[in-house]
């Protein structure tokens, strides 16, 4: 079981800023995600919540500022770079290859074959219903189903850090319990820090650790995750 009062800093974010173009949508934003803490991160959409995520991965170049993991920069470093040092992700559009087994969408996240089959217990711990379909097409699942197929590719490896984007949406409310119980579990028995990015208020307040919304590319409020944060994050999130 992971000790929870280990607090130090896994992911941190000082100044930093990124966009497209000529067009800035992280502005000088700082953050520190604690060791072993979920993360959620919410706010209404086109605020720059999935950028700031692909700002971390690399995917979006930092225009500024400085990104650290565990305290060393990882600012500039290439996505294959960062997969590799233990970051995973599980993007909001759909990343499946729907015409590929279930087994194979999986194989693509490990390194070798060798690695396979212990990666697909841990995932199976999870999401036990794979392991008797792992023959069966990725565009075949259900919504739900894809989502928790997204999710355990970027489980296979165990990863130190996780960046989830919108995993529940558009789910049935017992598909997101599922996941939610995937979250913990993964944070207490390995763990894992979660940064979460979410529209689901409830989902996001139930999972999470800490929270914080983000305004125009900016951490507008944060806090802890408590019952009676609702109110407070519910209006930043209003039309």
Not at 30 to 42: D, H, K, Q, T, W
Not at 65 to 89: C, E, F, M, W
Not at 174 to 196: F, M, N
Not at 228 to 237: A, F, G, K, N, Q
């Amino acid at each position: 079981m992971f000790d929870t009062a280990d607090t130090g800093a896994k992911l941190t974010l000082d100044g930093v800023s990124s966009g497209y173009g000529p067009i800035a949508i992280i502005r000088d934003l700082s953050l520190s995600i604690r060791r072993g803490e979920i993360f959620a991160l919410m706010g209404k959409n086109g605020m720059g919540k999935t950028t700031l995520l692909k700002t971390i991965l690399g995917l979006v170049p930092a225009r500024a500022g400085d990104i650290r993991l565990d305290d060393q920069s990882i600012t500039g470093a290439s996505p294959k770079a960062l997969i590799r040092s233990g970051v995973g992700y599980a993007p909001q559009e759909q990343p499946l290859f729907t015409d590929l087994s279930i087994r194979d969408n999986l194989r693509l996240a490990v390194r070798s074959d060798r690695d396979l089959d212990t990666a697909l217990d841990h995932v199976f711990t999870h999401f036990p219903f794979l392991r008797d379909r792992l023959a069966q097409k990725a565009g075949t699942l259900s919504g739900g189903e894809q989502k928790m197929l997204i999710l355990s590719r970027a489980l296979m490896l165990k990863p130190d850090l996780i960046l989830i984007d919108e995993i529940s949406e558009g789910l049935q409310p017992t598909v997101i319990a599922q996941i939610a119980r995937a979250l913990h579990a993964e944070r207490d028995q390995s763990g894992t820090t979660i940064l979460l990015v979410e529209q689901n208020l409830n989902f996001a307040l139930e999972v999470a650790d800490r929270w914080a919304v983000l305004k125009l590319g900016e951490i507008d409020d944060s806090g802890e995750a408590k019952p009676e944060s609702r109110e407070r994050v519910l209006e930043h999130l209003k039309i």
